[in-house]
Nanobody, 127 residues
Framework: QVHVVESGGGLVQAGGSLRLSCAAS????????VGWFRQAPGKEREFVAA????????FYADSVKGRFTVSRDNARNAAFLEMNGLKRDDMAVYYC????????????????????WGQGTQVTVSS
């Protein structure tokens, strides 16, 4: 079992940067993949980025590829999402989730593969 809590959201100017943190508790955090998802007003939750249990593999949605970077520090039971070049379309509530995706790499982009979810942190982008 893993408990995760996101933080770091806030108001940023378009083109700016923001770093989200995901603090986790649980003895076996190192065995879980971490996914980042977001939900904008009026839209369904969508995949943003993910990282496997060891940090050796990362996955990104096309919309954020090249702008966002997902990382983790297993020694500190933490994961991060560095967001650069923020756009108005990035404005959403961001969620961190832990899970053990099964199957191909495509499973890392599926919210159904993640069992433990944080409360969300709001990212607002001004123009």
């Amino acid at each position: 079992q893993v408990h995760v809590v996101e933080s770091g959201g806030g108001l940023v100017q378009a083109g700016g940067s923001l770093r989200l943190s995901c603090a986790a508790s649980g003895r076996y955090f190192n065995t879980y993949a971490v996914g980042w998802f977001r939900q904008a007003p009026g839209k369904e939750r969508e995949f943003v980025a993910a990282i496997n249990w060891s940090g050796s593999s990362t996955f990104y949605a096309d919309s954020v590829k090249g702008r966002f970077t997902v990382s983790r520090d297993n020694a500190r039971n933490a994961a991060f999402l560095e967001m650069n070049g923020l756009k108005r379309d990035d404005m959403a509530v961001y969620y961190c989730a832990a899970g053990r995706p099964k199957g191909s790499s495509d499973s890392y982009s599926s919210s159904a593969e993640f069992d433990y979810w944080g409360q969300g942190t709001q990212v607002t982008v001004s123009s």
